[in-house]
């Protein structure tokens, strides 16, 4: 194996399968069976959550409300979307710690970073909710700042694309695929990938990004086993 302790990054979006909002329990098996493959590998994996799929506190901000309530509310979404994940995890048979930036200790764990090591030194998955715990930073940064802490080796960014195109592939048909790619070109291209805080803390600590399609089964296990999927972002 190519990585022996991964941070994945998935979107609530990706939750929602095939519906319009909510979460879509086939695609919560899905990514189960994704992440029992890896466990079954002796690979260590961290996940960050989003919470687009229920609600986003820039889009709310955007409609007249008050954007820390907005950010507050968006974080409460990723705990929703943690607990829905540890669920299916655990159904799986796979042994799951919920972790949350803010205490809410009837449902899951207050994020201690030498508990979460412990954890996966153990062998457990554990997914990190409700961000950083604070306002205007998205999961994105709470994901690269997640995998500093606890020591991952790469953070993986499963989205619907299989990878960075030179503009967006679902619109523009001519666009070409990175298959590596340096901090400095992304910034330098203008390509969003993160947002530029969790970008800019991922370049600085040289921590690498691969951006694949985690909705084609089996892509992040390849991905760890080094197989040239997606694209790879680094110094």
């Known amino acids: 194996m190519k990585y022996k302790r991964i941070l994945l990054k998935l979107s609530g979006e990706a939750l929602m399968g095939d519906q319009s909002y909510g979460i879509d329990p086939k695609r919560l098996a899905e990514y189960a069976q994704d992440v029992k493959e890896l466990h079954d590998q002796g690979i260590e994996v961290a996940i960050v959550i989003g919470g687009g799929n229920i609600f986003r506190g820039v889009a709310g901000a955007s409609a007249g409300m008050d954007r820390v309530q907005g950010d507050y509310m968006g974080m409460l979404a990723t705990v929703i979307n943690g607990m829905a994940l540890q669920g299916a995890f655990e159904q799986?048979?796979?042994?799951?710690?919920?972790?949350?930036?803010?205490?809410?200790?009837?449902?899951?764990?207050?994020?201690?970073?030498?508990?979460?090591?412990?954890?996966?030194?153990k062998g457990r998955v554990v997914i990190f909710s409700a961000g950083t715990g604070n306002p205007y930073f998205t999961t994105d940064t709470a994901c690269v700042l997640r995998g500093i802490e606890v020591?991952?080796?790469v953070i993986l960014k499963g989205t619907r694309v299989d990878g960075i195109y030179t503009a967006d592939p679902e619109k523009d048909p001519n666009a070409t695929k990175f298959e590596y790619i340096s901090y400095?070109?992304?910034l330098d291209k203008?390509?969003?990938i993160m947002d530029t805080t969790a970008f800019t803390l991922s370049q600085e600590n040289e921590l690498p990004i691969i951006v694949f399609d985690m909705n084609k089964r089996g892509n992040v296990?390849?991905?760890?086993?080094?197989?040239?999927?997606?694209?790879?972002?680094g110094k």
Do not use: F, M
Not at 92 to 102: D, N, P, V
Not at 221 to 233: A, D, F, P, S, Y
């Open 184 to 186: 400095q070109d992304v």
């Open 190 to 192: 203008g390509l969003k």
């Open 151 to 153: 020591g991952a080796e």
């Open 221 to 233: 296990l390849k991905v760890c086993q080094g197989e040239n999927i997606g694209t790879t972002v």
């Open 92 to 121: 799986a048979g796979l042994e799951t710690r919920l972790q949350s930036a803010h205490k809410i200790e009837a449902v899951c764990e207050p994020y201690i970073k030498r508990k979460a090591v412990r954890h996966l030194e």
